[in-house]
């Protein structure tokens, strides 16, 4: 594997995103409020699904592992129920919102279609 494949250039993507997001938040003081309450969960499945594929490459030793689209479903539906049901049981600072559910969902779609463009593009 030579260069850049999608899916590597959606995680960096939404990692710098992420990272220059955090610094205007909670250093610059920045408040954008639809992306302070939505962005976070639209980047957090692509860059969670990334480091989940780079762990499994690793100890299965395959560099050509994709994770199975019922892996990345589990991941969204695991994700969800954790950080919007479990999570805001247990402290205040996290509080219970559906419509981050849906932004789950699109971040798990768009690094399934990023692995599959990826791995369509390599024959």
Known sequence: M????KIDVLFIFCSILFIVHQYLQKIAKVQISALDNYLDPL???PILLWLVALERRIIYRRPDYRLP???IVGFVILVSILAEIVFPLLTHEFIADPWDVGFYIIGGFAYALAQEKNHSTRG
């Not at 030579?2 to 494949?5: A, E, P, S, V, Y």
């Open 69 to 71: 689209a019922i892996h």
């Open 43 to 45: 980047l957090m499945m």
């Open 2 to 5: 030579t260069g850049l494949r």
